[in-house]
């Protein structure tokens, strides 16, 4: 069920981009920004907020903005993403708020399909699904492909491109400005995390996530498994003050991979005292490369990809360890040591 049609209307929509060292992309980015196909009516216009840029970036947007009227640049002095967006909401001048990411490609009516989505649902924030995009290697290809896998997800509806109607977060996402500035905008004690912790904010207002099929955009997914890992290390990370934020309990599917990781570790280390434990260890081991390889054999034939095979469930592996990992420490931080966010966790990583 949708909500009720919004009555409000837009003449300009504003989006929001966080930036940091991106002279490789945000020619290309801005190009594609810029050729997007709007209704009869509405202007654009694109805040992008630079966190303190030191390969040249800055300087081509300067100059890019000199040229383009549509374009502002802002400081993003904390050099994260929350402060990043909230600066440049502060500054946008829409009645809707589009946030972007440099390494996405858009439909070029992308823009207008959030605004109508906006309109008709009544939702307080919507987007579209994660899509990856073109992959340039087969390592990249097995991550995407991995990304989407119910295996990999966990079921979330956010990886499901034909699914429209309700969901608990979105891709990015867009927003009515006052709506987005009632609730608060973006948490800046979250490096990673902030877009959950919004919606789930939204939710508990009384609000509304909606995911339209017709809102179509492609990520750009992890080069490598170490930079999958890095990824997902922060996922879990951060997922822990978003729980301990709203004192709600964790979900399963937060759970699990902490949990697997902590009995892997757990019998790893009482095994020379107390035997059984690391058998339970490998034998749970065992039982998740199964599970792992039969995952990746929905996505990828053994006998007809086995690269592929093999680097999807490897990639099972990165996600979940790396979740476990995170989510892991953050628990022993903030609840038996009773301390915030280290510092080297809110380090920025692609």
């Known amino acids: 069920m949708t909500g009720t049609p919004d009555a409000r209307s837009a003449q300009t929509v504003s989006l929001i981009v966080p930036c940091r060292n991106e002279r490789e992309h945000v020619d290309a980015f801005l190009d594609s920004v810029l050729a997007q196909r709007l209704p009869p009516g509405l202007a654009l216009e694109i805040v992008l907020a630079d966190g303190a840029s030191d390969d040249g970036t800055r300087a081509r947007l300067e100059a890019r903005a000199a040229a383009e009227p549509r374009l502002r640049v802002v400081d993003n002095p904390e050099r994260i993403t929350p402060t990043a967006l909230n600066h440049a909401i502060a500054q946008a001048r829409g009645e809707v708020v589009v946030r972007m990411d440099v390494h996405t490609v858009y439909a070029e009516d992308y823009v207008a399909a959030c605004v109508q989505a906006l309109q008709t649902t009544g939702a307080s924030c919507v987007g579209g699904a994660w899509r990856p995009g073109p992959a340039r290697s087969a390592r990249q290809a097995a991550i995407a492909r991995a990304f989407e896998s119910r295996f990999g997800s966990g079921g979330a509806a956010s990886r499901r491109e034909g699914w429209s109607g309700p969901v608990d977060t979105v ?34 207002s009384g609000g509304m996530v909606w995911q339209s099929a017709a809102i179509r955009s ?62 339970l260890a490998a034998s749970l081991g065992g039982l998740y490369a199964v599970l792992a390889l039969g995952a990746a054999a929905a996505d990828a034939r053994p006998w007809r990809e086995p690269l592929a095979w093999l680097g999807i469930a490897c990639a099972f592996a990165c996600m979940h360890l790396s979740y476990g990992l995170g989510f892991g420490r953050a628990l022993l931080e903030t609840v038996l040591l009773r301390r915030g966010p280290a510092a080297s966790a809110t380090r920025l990583t692609r």
Request: glycine share 12%; aromatic share 16%.
């Open 171 to 204: 891709y990015l996402g867009a927003w009515w400005r006052d709506e987005l500035l009632r609730l608060g905008g973006f948490d800046p004690a979250l490096v990673r995390n902030q877009d959950d912790e919004l919606n789930l904010r939204i939710h508990r």
């Open 218 to 279: 492609w990520y750009t997914p992890r080069a490598s498994f170490g930079a999958l890992a890095r990824q997902f290390y922060q996922y879990g990370y951060w997922k822990v003050p978003v729980i301990r934020k709203h004192r709600l309990p964790a979900a399963p599917r937060h759970l699990v991979p902490f949990g697997f990781v902590a009995t892997l570790l757990g019998g790893g280390l009482l095994a020379p005292w107390w035997p059984p434990a690391g058998g």
